[in-house]
């Protein structure tokens, strides 16, 4: 399976196209940057694809995260996703960014208990918990920043995102210390495409995921509509 990932619903704007049968990422480029998404996206989604020498109606699938993250870089990910989709007649997914931070260490230590957490600003953050062996142990959900640490109580947890020092520096001093900290200012695209891979169209919707609603309300969804396999 051939999958141009993107991600553009945080710090980076990040693409990359998976071969899956080598299990190899052919070619990936991601730029830090908080803002201008929307002029950059493109322009690196084509760079990528000319380094794949991969033709869009060539990819079995696109992969995009959807949120968490800011309302504005998620929804030009979104639309750049679904647009290509469209055009080149191919099912889109859409993974969560908290996943997509927790995902590269499931299994690693299984013992510790991963906690996504994303700046909500307000000192209030985005946040999952899941078990060393990916099962949930908290759904996600914006919350304040004390609510988040009561995830002390699951153990001595990874912390993971781009809110992970946030959680480290306010840690409960009678709980064990967190086991790593991984401060990362977005996810790793190459696990944004592994995702893509493993989740389905119809229960992985390239719709956004709004844990709280937008200060400013878009209209109800005008991204384009990609094609999806038939039933």
């Not at 998620?74 to 960014?97: E, Q």
């Not at 299994?107 to 994303?118: F, L, Q």
């Not at 995102?161 to 401060?183: C, H, Q, Y």
């Not at 844990?211 to 878009?218: E, G, N, T």
């Amino acid at each position: 399976m051939l999958i141009l990932a993107i991600d553009t619903a945080l710090d980076a704007c990040a693409a990359a196209v998976l071969d899956t049968d080598t299990t190899k990422i052919i070619a990936q480029e991601s730029q830090p940057m908080k803002r201008g998404h929307a002029e950059a996206l493109m322009p690196l989604i084509a760079r990528v694809m000319k380094a794949s020498t991969i033709a869009f109606t060539s990819l079995d699938r696109v992969a995009v995260t959807k949120g968490p993250g800011s309302f504005t870089g998620l929804r030009v990910g979104l639309s750049a996703a679904r647009g290509i989709a469209l055009a080149a007649g191919k099912p889109v997914v859409g993974l969560t960014t908290l996943t997509a931070y927790a995902a590269p260490f499931v299994g690693e230590n299984s013992e510790h208990p991963i906690i996504s957490a994303i700046d909500a600003r307000h000192d209030h953050v985005y946040f999952q918990v899941v078990s060393g062996d990916g099962g949930s142990l908290v759904k996600p959900k914006v919350a304040p920043i004390s609510e988040a640490l009561d995830a002390s109580r699951f153990g001595t947890p990874h912390l993971v995102g781009n809110a992970a020092k946030i959680l480290a520096d306010r840690w409960p001093s009678d709980a064990p210390p967190p086991f790593r900290v991984d401060a990362q200012p977005a996810p790793d695209i190459t696990w944004v495409a592994w995702l893509g891979a493993a989740v389905s169209p119809e229960m992985s919707p390239a719709s956004p995921y709004y844990l709280r609603a937008p200060d400013a309300k878009p209209p109800k969804d005008p991204l384009p509509q990609a094609s999806q396999p038939a039933s």
